[in-house]
């Protein structure tokens, strides 16, 4: 008898479109949530707060349970609070549904999958204040 590994068994599985609600998950599986913000400097020179995980840009944020609040949540909030012109959102870290409804709300403006995930395609479009402590800051692509 022949043994299959699970991750074997799903891989099988979604690429048959078996498991196609799985798949965000498994692909998220090979990058880390974000934990942390970092400055960088924007495509215009300025100085951005984004969302990291070990220095590294290369993260996924999402509505989970429980909510957990962590400064990677509260750069998101910012650029899009300060940044878009969709739903209003609290800068309060914690990533809850009015966050999720911002950034789909966002997607959904920029023509990108509609998942409420925050990833690279949404960092990319994302402009992101450049000085998140004043009264009117300067949006900024990377």
């Not at 942390?36 to 215009?44: A, E, G, N």
């Not at 899009?80 to 911002?102: I, R």
């Amino acid at each position: 008898m022949r043994h299959v590994s699970l991750k074997r068994a799903a891989a099988i599985a979604l690429s048959a479109g078996l498991l196609t609600f799985l798949a965000p998950s498994m692909a998220q599986a090979a990058v880390p949530e974000c934990t942390d913000s970092m400055s960088v400097r924007t495509s215009q020179g300025g100085i951005a707060t984004v969302p990291s995980r070990n220095g590294s840009l290369n993260c996924y944020l999402q509505q989970r349970s429980p909510v957990v609040q962590n400064q990677a949540t509260f750069a998101v909030q910012a650029a899009l609070g300060q940044c878009t012109t969709g739903p209003a959102v609290s800068k309060d870290g914690y990533w809850g549904a009015e966050t999720t409804a911002a950034l789909k709300a966002f997607q959904r403006s920029k023509g990108l999958t509609v998942d409420g995930v925050y990833g690279a395609a949404t960092r990319a479009a994302l402009s992101w204040p450049t000085g998140i402590y004043s009264a009117d800051p300067a949006c900024q692509r990377l």
